[in-house]
């Protein structure tokens, strides 16, 4: 978990201006938390329990409230001391000070109860609206005072919490912008082995919303580490301001919420697993029911899909379900729970009747911003609760997106290196995809500059593999052997994106670009024009395609090509290898399904194709490869055969059966 963050981090770092401020502007809104509810006391202490606090005559008569004749004032004390007494929603004056207790009124007669048993009885006479009020006004102009302040604290509230929300937006978003920016980078420079373990649909997930992960760890450290202890810390200064002994008191809270704590994660760990499991699997199987939707339809798959998803949803409604359940029966709303029942106690046990505790007198006020204090200080530990399900999720995606950002990189240097002759040898090679199982098994071959060379063989053979291992798309792995030349050159002596520069693959389902068809063949060399690409395109016979299209070849191609057929992919594939003139040439011809004209334009194109380089073809319609210098068969990652057409329909072996069957199949 450390280590994540600290990678985390590396991204927070760039922004370390904005985490200044994002950091002290929750200072700031912290502090102004700390200073309302003292504002709140001293309102209701001084201003308005504070009536009934000893009030003295005196002689002057400025400052000082006038009744019967008599003026009276709180701030100097003089030897006559009278009190105001509250009961209910009564005012009565009395001309003793009453002490603090349970207060009986009967009649006239107020008998006051302390807490230590004893009684006192006092004479006291009720007091009108107008002489309550006269009794009041010394409190009004700093009553006003002290709402203005009340008032400007909250809009600098707001004003403080807007500017770290922005901050933490802006850092977050910068963030999530570079993480997507180093992942992207770095899945160009994966090892293909990579892309075969992973299903694309997961590799688009992990960057588009895995660094979404990275984003919820980051806002998740802030609230929880940042915001929350200085949270806890300031409620703390507060309550030991007001008072040490309530302070101290409420540390019992700490180690319930930590044991609690520690038994709702295990719980909750449980059920996160089972609902990212479930999410995932979700996510797969509408994949896989997105990309094959035709196929579903052709063969009425629709039921049962529908139920096969149908439960799955289910079973993960059920797991969010329990999840919502545990939070809201042990998770933070019990919490809650403990902190208003701590309140109670605090106010029953020491707020009733002013009871005095150990010498200290606790005041409505204190009463008031101690509880104040102690729900900024249950907060947190709400956030607490409910973040810690949420760092589990965003630190399960930050790892997932760091295996991507950090992940297995190739030497991907590119420098330029003259163009091969293009005279391969595959000298002994041996290979497995997976240890123990060799798809290769010991071939040699040799192709000279400049032939064209037929690769043939029944499906599984190891025709794909040979031409993938030229192409380095694997590398060897223990337990492989032998090596490839190009040229002379071991293949390995060079980077990846070196060695590369100079070989050209067509697949069967070429991969097309969004642009037009010009971009689709010049793709990447920038300096071929528009008229030239035409050129190459009508040479290997795409007549035919540019005549019928209405822009030619600006004709627009949409993304991965949906709206040209696999022959027009494919010429115009043709066309890209050409332009770029690699001096050796694969062409994976994938199926024996085409029909004879597609057949034919194969054959013509390859025949523009060969001309001044290496060419691998491998053919399934042994028609495409019939001119080929040479022929080579393979069989279950062996080389069987080895000649021209000639020679191997003379040698009547494999080649021999394989074609005899095609020709029988065409009549
Ligand atoms: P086809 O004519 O159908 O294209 P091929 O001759 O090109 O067949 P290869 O693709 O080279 O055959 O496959 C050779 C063997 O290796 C097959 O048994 C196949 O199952 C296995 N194989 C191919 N690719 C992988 C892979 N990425 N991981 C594991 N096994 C693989
Ligand atoms: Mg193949």
Excluded at 228 to 238: K, N, R, T
Excluded at 419 to 438: A, M, Q, T
Excluded at 471 to 497: A, C, N, S
């Amino acid at each position: 978990m450390f280590k994540t963050i600290q990678k985390v981090w590396r991204y927070i770092i760039p922004y370390k201006g904005l985490l200044t401020l994002t950091i002290s502007a929750m200072l700031v809104v912290q502090l102004l938390g700390l200073v309302a509810p003292l504002i709140v006391k001293s309102i209701i202490d001084d201003y308005l329990v504070g009536i009934e606090k000893p009030w003295y005559e005196t002689t002057e008569t400025t400052d000082a409230v006038e009744y019967n004749s008599r003026f009276f004032q709180q701030e100097t004390i003089t030897d006559n001391s009278v009190s105001i007494v509250v009961i209910g929603t009564r005012y009565y004056f009395s001309e003793d000070v009453v002490v603090i207790g349970q207060k009986i009124l009967n009649g006239t007669q107020l008998t006051i109860l302390t807490p230590d048993n004893q009684t006192f009885t006092y004479e006291v006479t009720p007091l009108t609206r107008d002489e309550v009020f006269a009794f009041y006004q010394p409190s009004v102009e700093p009553l006003i005072w002290l709402i203005a302040l009340l008032f400007i604290r909250l809009l600098l509230q707001i004003l403080f919490t807007y500017i770290q929300r922005i901050s933490t937006g802006m850092i977050t978003v910068n963030m999530v912008r570079d993480a997507r920016k180093d992942a992207v980078r770095s899945l160009q420079r994966m090892p293909m082995s990579y892309f075969e373990s992973e299903p694309s649909g997961k590799i688009a997930n992990r960057v588009i919303s895995d660094v979404g992960g990275m984003m919820g760890l980051f806002s998740t450290i802030m609230n929880l580490l940042v915001n929350a202890s200085l949270a806890v810390i300031f409620a703390y200064v507060g309550m030991f301001y007001l008072n040490p002994t309530l302070a101290f008191l409420t540390f019992i809270f700490f180690p319930v919420v930590y044991v609690w704590l520690r038994f709702f994660v295990k719980k909750l760990n449980k059920l996160a697993v089972k609902v990212n499991e479930n999410s995932s699997m979700i996510t797969a199987q509408l994949n896989e029911i997105i990309n094959g939707i035709s196929i579903l339809q052709i063969f009425n798959f629709r039921k049962s899909i529908e139920q096969k998803f149908d439960h799955l949803s289910f079973d993960t409604q059920k797991e969010i379900l329990k999840e919502q359940h545990l939070h809201l029966s042990i998770g933070w709303n019990m919490i809650r729970l403990v902190g208003a029942l701590v309140t109670a106690f605090i106010v029953i046990f020491f707020g009733y009747g002013y009871l005095s505790i150990s010498g200290v007198i606790i005041s409505a006020g204190i009463i008031y911003a101690y509880n104040d204090y102690l729900s900024r200080l249950i907060e947190p530990v709400g956030t607490l609760f409910r973040e810690i399900g949420n760092l589990q999720h965003s630190l399960v995606k930050s790892e997932r997106i760091f295996r991507v950002i950090d992940g297995e990189q190739e030497d991907n240097a590119l420098t330029t290196i003259p163009r091969y002759r293009g005279e391969i040898l595959f000298d002994n090679v041996w290979f497995s995809y997976e240890k123990g199982h060799p798809v290769i098994k010991g071939i040699t071959l040799k192709i000279d500059a400049g032939q064209m060379v037929g690769l043939v063989g029944h499906t599984g053979s190891g025709k794909s593999t040979l031409t993938n291992l030229l192409l380095r798309f694997y590398d060897f792995k223990e337990g492989d052997m032998g090596k490839i030349f190009v040229d002379g050159v071991d293949i390995t002596t060079h980077p990846k994106r070196t060695f590369r520069s100079h070989i050209g693959i067509i697949i069967q389902d070429p991969v097309m670009f969004k642009g037009t068809i010009a971009d689709n063949i010049r793709f990447g060399i920038s300096s071929v024009t528009d008229e030239e690409a035409e050129k190459v395109l009508r040479d290997i016979g795409g007549d035919h395609l540019l005549d019928k299209l209405e822009k030619g070849i600006q004709q627009p191609v949409s993304r991965g090509g949906t709206n040209l057929s696999v022959g027009e992919k494919q010429l115009i594939s043709f066309a890209r290898a050409i332009v770029h003139d690699p001096a050796i040439l694969i062409m994976d011809e994938a199926t024996a399904n085409i029909d004879t004209e597609t057949e034919l334009r194969i054959q013509k194109a390859l025949e523009k194709a060969r001309k001044g380089r290496t060419l691998i073809v491998i053919a399934h319609r042994l028609s495409t490869i019939k001119n080929a210098d040479k022929i080579v068969v393979l069989e279950n990652g062996l080389k069987v055969e080895e000649g021209t057409h000639k020679q191997l329909i003379a040698n009547n072996g494999t080649y021999a059966n394989i074609y005899r069957s095609q020709i029988k199949t065409r009549v």
